[in-house]
Nanobody, 123 residues
Framework: QVQLVESGGGLVQAGGSLRLSCATS????????MGWFRQAPGKEREFVSA????????DYAGSVKGRFTISRDTAKNTVYLQMDSLKPEDTAVYLC????????????????WGQGTQVTVSS
């Protein structure tokens, strides 16, 4: 069983930055690929970014590439999403996800999900 707890969301002006964290429980964190998704009101959940178990392979949605950076710290059992140059359209609830396979995370087939953290970007 893996539990995911997101933090770091908040209100920021356009052009600003936030860093989201996803803390995980359990001793098997290093085995899992991790990812971030987001869901805005009235919209479908969409993929944002993912990272494989070793941290040497990452993937990004086109809308965030070059602005967001995913990373992981195995010693802290935590995955991060550094979000720079934020835009109002980045406003959403951001959710952390985990699966043993990176491609399954990217496809939205994660077996573990967090509750989410709200990110609001004002214009």
């Amino acid at each position: 069983q893996v539990q995911l707890v997101e933090s770091g969301g908040g209100l920021v002006q356009a052009g600003g930055s936030l860093r989201l964290s996803c803390a995980t429980s359990g001793r098997t964190f290093s085995r899992y690929a991790m990812g971030w998704f987001r869901q805005a009101p009235g919209k479908e959940r969409e993929f944002v970014s993912a990272i494989n178990w070793s941290g040497d392979s990452t993937d990004y949605a086109g809308s965030v590439k070059g602005r967001f950076t995913i990373s992981r710290d195995t010693a802290k059992n935590t995955v991060y999403l550094q979000m720079d140059s934020l835009k109002p359209e980045d406003t959403a609830v951001y959710l952390c996800a985990a699966h043993l396979q990176l491609r399954s995370v990217v496809a939205g087939l994660s077996i573990y999900w967090g509750q989410g953290t709200q990110v609001t970007v004002s214009s």
